[in-house]
Structure formats: C-alpha cells, structure tokens
C-alpha cells in the first residue's frame, strides 16, 4: 500500500504558480504606491502595463485554489502583452524608438523617467523585469505540469 504524503500546496508547479502571484501582487502594489502616495504621473503605456498586469491578481488566486494548470494559458497571454508593451517602453526611454512613434502626444510623456533606483531602474524597466519574471515562473509551472 502507498501513501501519498504530499500536500496539493507542495507540489513544484502550485508552488511555481503561488510565486507569480506574489510577484504580480507586489508589482500591483508597488505601481499603486508609487501613482497614489509618491504622485508619480502615469504615462499611457503604463497604463497599458497596468492593465495586463492587475487582472493577474485574480487570475492567478484562481488558478491557485484548487490548483489548475490552465491558468498558464490565460496568465501567460496577459504577461506576453504587458512584457511586449514594457519592452517598447523600455526602448523608447532608452531612445531607440524615436519618440514620433510614441502614443503618449498629451498629458505624461512616455519617454520621461520620473524615477531611477540604483541609477538604472526606471519604472519601465522594472516592469519589463517583473513580466519577465512572471513569464518564467508560469513557463516553468507549465512544465511540471506537464511532465
């Protein structure tokens, strides 16, 4: 007779999957804070990156309990577009991408850096960091699930 001793909670990919979300919750977090109590104005592609990035919260709870595997699927589509929008954006504070091409013409320029962390951590690229952290952790979940 075998017992299984192990706890739906323990499992690689749930624990994978728990790791995104409080990567997502915490960047969630961190863009309300900076926006609401450090007044930091949000330019247009941040919104964009806010809005793949805030259904994850839920998204990602629900998946969680009872764990299920598709939620890869969908978390995985949201995190693709929010990594493809902070990557423009990352580009075009960096200059590459002329700023002609940038949707933000009123109000809060796109190409402007209101804060720098440590010299080279402007908002933009930490939130191209955290979808790219994001999407590893849900590509590695899908895999235990998988295997």
């Known amino acids: 007779m075998t017992s299984n001793t192990s706890s739906p909670g323990l499992q690689p990919a749930w624990t994978l999957l728990f790791a995104a979300w409080i990567v997502v919750a915490g960047a969630t977090l961190a863009s309300l804070f900076f926006s609401e109590i450090m007044r930091v104005p949000v330019c247009v592609l941040c919104w964009y990156q806010r809005i793949a990035m805030y259904p994850l919260v839920p998204i990602l709870a629900l998946g969680?309990?009872?764990?299920?595997p598709r939620v890869v699927r969908y978390a995985g589509a949201l995190a693709g577009v929010g990594w493809l929008i902070a990557l423009f954006h990352v580009l075009l504070v960096a200059g590459i991408i002329p700023e002609r091409v940038q949707p933000c013409v009123q109000g809060v320029p796109c190409s402007e850096t209101?804060?720098?962390?440590?010299?080279?951590?402007s908002i933009p690229v930490m939130s191209l960091l955290t979808f790219t952290l994001i999407g590893v952790l849900l590509f590695c979940a899908h895999r235990k699930d998988s295997s």
Do not use: E, K, T, W
């Open 64 to 68: 969680l309990f009872p764990h299920d």
């Open 114 to 121: 209101h804060i720098s962390l440590l010299g080279f951590l």
